[in-house]
């Protein structure tokens, strides 16, 4: 009995719906969680407006783009996700046990894992664009995608950024099933991908070896990338390569996440009774 | 045969902590290893609609059976087919045929309300709509769940909460069910209706039940076969009167109040040796093996004193259980 597409797809969005409806529960923690972003991205507002009275570029970042630069790379930052991150769910799972139901159920994991990332994830785009659009009202020098193309092609963009960023922390996820508590991991997973994503610092304002070890790892495609493109930094061409490579990443680093999974699975101890 | 393992065997590696500040320190550089061999050797077959007891102490190795007939484990040897199938290898087709309940763990969606999780699941296995109502409609009944089936699962007591699990757990008709220490803290009430519940599925819907428990009248009452494992081996696998009569030998007792003082209690000539006898005062407790009869131990007794409150007991089950867990 082979299943249809419908059906797969309807027990995936089982799982999408399932933590949509939990997010609602928590609607205090989303608010929260807005609230500490709004403070944080204001006081990066105010250090980049410091640096910005002393000179009028940097790296061929003027004023408003560096703010442009700025906002969008944080609201995609907030798309992503960085705090309802998909590692936690794991960690948990494991720590207490509950993993048992979820190899028990007919599904694929790292799969599930996905839809029910979405679910926050509706949040989180909810959140970024309510961001935005806020940003936008006090600070004239916010400009929108240089283009409708690169509109939509800043969308798509993301879409795969996004499933980059997901691998990274499925995958420092699963290291739990070695690791029991991966606290530790999950800091030094955000700050390395905060800062090699080019969340904190347009990657082109960095020593040049820098920029080429960053070229290398695939950090960038997940925050950078997309940015550069919103900004029209990146013709049609080049964003059109740029996503092309982000897919490449994107399939890697989704293929790596399964296949650690398998090998997870293959060495799990449940914990307790 | 709906389950088939054969010389199913898991080991652990443990790492050991050093003791101390410095022990800490240094198994951070170098742990100790420790392998525990948690179940060795464990052939189990059970056939379509059977429902086995799987009993044995704490750590006995029941838990990490169960979980690695289920396919969350894999074995360290041995073979498991599930109908047919290896549950490691086919993880995804398994799980169409297999439910669990496991009592220290929840399957529901901690924040979303007992039918939400229903309807997730409905969606998750693929249940026929017609088929899904008619299951939830029984269940929701006989369990009766429906006077807190819209209250989100954290705010259920631990009775609510498990009748929820055990219905979720059989939604999708699986053919196996894993029940692992389903009743435990539960009250007598829940018990009872959680129990009357399992006989009913299995006979009704002839679903192959694996059960763990350490409520021993769980296993008496639903148990046709037990299946013993201590220290990761099987002990025993057969029929309670089977365990009992290879176990219960010295566990049979008559005990009695006596209406006057008697020094010395004697019994017949033959009975010797087959006998202990157990006294406070007038409280007196008679064991005996199985050569000895107890209605002709009456008979002597009555004969010679006066009694009263006799209270007569075949082999208790806790008592064999123990026995059979000591041996």
Same mark, same amino acid.
């Not at chain 1, 190899?103 to 799969?111: A, C, G, Y």
């Not at chain 2, 948690?38 to 006995?60: K, S, T, W």
């Not at chain 2, 993880?91 to 496991?102: H, K, L, S, W």
């Not at chain 2, 428990?213 to 057969?238: M, P, W, Y």
């Given at each position: 009995m082979r299943e249809t597409g419908i059906q797969t797809i309807r027990k995936y969005y089982a799982f999408f719906s399932a933590n949509l409806q939990e997010a609602m529960v928590y609607r205090f923690a989303f608010f929260n969680n807005f609230l500490a972003e709004l403070i944080k991205v204001c006081v990066m507002l105010a250090v980049w407006m410091a640096v910005y009275r002393q000179r009028?570029?940097?790296?061929?970042?003027?004023?408003?783009?560096?703010?442009?630069?700025?906002?969008?790379?944080?609201?995609?930052?907030?798309?992503?996700?960085?705090?309802?991150? *998909?590692?936690?769910?794991?960690?948990?799972?494991?720590?207490?046990?509950?993993?048992?139901?979820?190899?028990?159920?007919?599904?694929?994991?790292?799969?599930?894992?996905?839809?029910?990332?979405?679910?926050?994830?509706?949040?989180?785009?909810?959140? *970024?664009?309510?961001?935005?659009?806020?940003f936008h009202i006090f600070l004239p020098e916010l400009s929108g995608p240089s283009s409708g193309l690169h509109g939509i092609l800043f969308v798509f963009s993301v879409s795969a950024g996004f499933l980059i960023m997901f691998s990274v922390s499925i995958m420092s996820g699963l290291l739990s099933f070695w690791l029991m508590n991966n606290w530790g991991l999950r800091n030094a997973k955000a700050a390395i991908v905060n800062f090699f994503s080019g969340a904190l610092v347009p990657i082109v304002m960095l020593p040049e070896w820098m920029q080429k070890v960053m070229n290398i790892l695939p950090f960038k495609n997940i925050v950078y990338v997309p940015t550069m493109i919103y900004m029209g930094q990146y013709g049609i061409r080049e964003s059109l390569l740029s996503i092309g490579i982000q897919i490449f990443w994107a399939a890697a680093m989704w293929l790596m996440a399964k296949g650690l999974f398998r090998l997870a699975i293959r060495r799990v101890s449940v914990n307790g009774g | 045969?709906?389950?088939?393992?054969?010389?199913?065997?898991?080991?652990?590696?443990?790492?050991?902590?050093?003791?101390?500040?410095?022990?800490?320190?240094?198994?951070?550089?170098?742990?100790?290893?420790?392998?525990?061999?948690?179940?060795?050797?464990?052939?189990? =077959?059970?056939?379509?609609?059977?429902? @086995?007891?799987?009993?044995?102490?704490?750590?006995?190795?029941?838990?990490?059976?169960?979980?690695?007939?289920?396919?969350?484990?894999? /074995?360290?040897?041995?073979? @498991?087919?599930?109908?047919?199938?290896?549950?490691?290898?086919?993880?995804?087709? =398994?799980?169409?045929?297999?439910?669990?309940?496991?009592?220290?763990?929840?399957?529901?969606?901690?924040?979303? /309300?007992?039918?939400?999780?229903?309807?997730?699941?409905?969606?998750?296995?693929? #249940?026929?709509?017609?088929?899904?109502?008619?299951?939830?409609?029984?269940?929701?009944?006989?369990?009766?769940?429906?006077?807190?089936?819209e209250q989100p699962v954290r705010q259920l007591s631990l009775g609510q909460r498990m009748r929820a699990e055990i219905a979720a757990s059989l939604l999708h008709d699986p053919k196996v069910?894993?029940?692992?220490?389903?009743?435990? $803290?539960?009250?007598? =009430?829940?018990?009872?209706?959680?129990?009357?519940?399992?006989?009913?599925?299995?006979?009704?819907?002839?679903?192959? #039940?694996?059960?763990?428990?350490?409520?021993?009248?769980? #296993?008496?009452?639903?148990?046709?076969?037990?299946?013993?494992? =201590?220290? $990761?081996?099987?002990?025993?696998?057969?029929?309670?009167?089977?365990?009992?009569?290879?176990?219960?030998?010295?566990?049979?007792?008559?005990?009695?109040?006596?209406?006057?003082?008697?020094?010395?209690?004697?019994? /017949?000539?033959?009975?010797a040796g087959h006998y202990t006898i157990e006294r406070e005062g007038r409280q007196v407790k008679i064991r005996h093996d199985g050569h000895v009869n107890a209605s002709d131990l009456i008979v002597a007794l009555i004969q010679k004193y006066r009694l009263k409150d006799i209270d007569i007991r075949g082999p208790q089950i806790e008592d064999v259980v123990m026995e059979v867990y000591r041996s």
């Open positions: 009028s570029t940097i790296a061929g970042f003027d004023y408003p783009m560096m703010i442009t630069y700025l906002l969008v790379s944080q609201a995609v930052n907030n798309i992503y996700g960085f705090r309802n991150d *998909a590692e936690r769910p794991i960690s948990n799972k494991i720590r207490k046990g509950t993993i048992v139901f979820d190899l028990l159920r007919p599904v694929k994991f790292v799969n599930a894992r996905l839809a029910e990332n979405l679910g926050q994830t509706v949040f989180q785009v909810l959140f *970024a664009v309510l961001m935005m659009t806020g | 045969m709906v389950i088939e393992a054969s010389g199913l065997a898991k080991d652990y590696v443990i790492h050991l902590k050093g003791k101390g500040l410095m022990g800490m320190a240094k198994s951070l550089l170098r742990s100790e290893k420790k392998v525990v061999h948690a179940v060795q050797d464990v052939n189990l =077959n059970m056939e379509e609609g059977e429902l @086995v007891g799987y009993i044995g102490p704490n750590g006995a190795g029941k838990s990490t059976t169960i979980k690695m007939l289920s396919g969350i484990l894999t /074995p360290t040897k041995g073979s @498991v087919r599930v109908c047919g199938i290896d549950p490691q290898k086919k993880r995804i087709q =398994n799980a169409m045929n297999v439910g669990a309940v496991f009592g220290q763990k929840t399957q529901l969606w901690w924040d979303l /309300p007992v039918r939400e999780t229903f309807d997730l699941l409905r969606r998750m296995y693929n #249940i026929p709509m017609e088929r899904y109502k008619r299951n939830v409609d029984e269940f929701m009944d006989y369990l009766d769940i429906g006077a807190f089936a069910l894993f029940l692992d220490e389903p009743t435990i $803290g539960l009250d007598v =009430n829940v018990k009872v209706s959680m129990r009357e519940f399992v006989k009913k599925i299995n006979k009704e819907r002839n679903v192959t #039940i694996l059960l763990t428990t350490h409520d021993l009248q769980d #296993i008496e009452e639903l148990a046709k076969r037990i299946v013993v494992i =201590n220290h $990761g081996q099987v002990g025993f696998d057969g029929s309670m009167e089977e365990l009992a009569s290879k176990y219960a030998d010295g566990k049979r007792s008559v005990s009695f109040t006596l209406q006057q003082d008697v020094p010395e209690i004697t019994l /017949p000539e033959k009975m």
